[in-house]
């Protein structure tokens, strides 16, 4: 079966400090791969999705970046951390291909940010 | 651009009322619709789907969605809350072709025993 994982769980950094998430998926080859950000009453903000290695799409513009440097590997960035970073950042997996069953999500646990 | 919304931010229900929680996306064309649900310490799970077909979707745990197209709307029901319902609702849509969801603000529904 499928597993997803994320790393760290809970994070507080300082203020221009550098981030690194990792998020690994198992069970399944060539997933698409996304990063959401949830903040408190704003819902799941999509900040990036892979649809392969080294292939990443950015949907809100800001100082993060994402990488993915194997295919179940996607990796959230960033060099210097601001305090509207806080939040919890969920990385999400689906089935490959364009169908709609590439639109059913996997959440992994999350990761707390706390930006001070 | 793809855009939902959830008007409830917060319900609070007393167990065995019925539950209906709003949902309205805003896109012309085809859509696949969804309800993710997030129980408290746990990780946030597809509650049901619509791609095509019967606009009356059932899902886990009792819940049911209709798509009324012609409202852009894709509210979720339950006839009886139970108290293990409490969690945070969130809609979902995504335009066929786009590779990712677009979510709304989400709905805490909180059931008291």
């Known amino acids: 079966s499928q597993t997803i994982h994320q790393w760290p769980a809970t994070l507080v950094q300082p203020v221009g400090s550098p981030l690194s998430l990792e998020c690994t998926v198992e069970g399944t080859s060539n997933p698409n791969l996304y990063w959401y950000r949830q903040a408190a009453g704003r819902g799941l903000q999509l900040l990036f999705y892979s649809v392969g290695i080294g292939q990443i799409s950015s949907e809100v513009p800001q100082n993060l970046s994402a990488s993915r440097p194997q295919d179940r590997q996607f990796i959230l960035s960033s060099k210097k951390l601001l305090l509207s970073d806080s939040g919890f950042y969920l990385c999400a997996w689906s089935i490959p291909g364009p169908g709609s069953g590439a639109n059913v999500l996997t959440f992994g646990a999350g990761s707390r940010l706390t930006v001070l | 651009a793809q855009s939902v919304s959830q008007h409830n931010h917060h319900v609070i229900l007393s167990e065995a009322a019925s539950l209906e929680l709003g949902c309205n996306y805003s896109?012309?064309?085809?859509?696949?619709l969804f309800w993710y649900v997030q129980y408290p310490g746990q990780h946030l799970q597809l509650l049901l789907k619509?791609?095509?077909?019967?606009?009356l979707v059932k899902g886990i745990k009792g819940f049911e969605a209709e798509f009324i197209k012609s409202k852009f709307s894709f509210n979720l029901r339950k006839p009886s809350v139970q108290w293990s319902d409490t969690a945070e609702y969130f809609c979902?849509?995504?335009?066929?072709?786009?590779?990712?969801?677009?979510f709304g603000s989400g709905t805490r529904l909180q059931v008291q025993p």
């Open positions: 619509y791609f095509s077909g019967d606009p």
């Open positions: 979902a849509v995504n335009a066929k072709g786009r590779r990712a969801l677009t």
């Open positions: 896109y012309g064309g085809t859509v696949n």
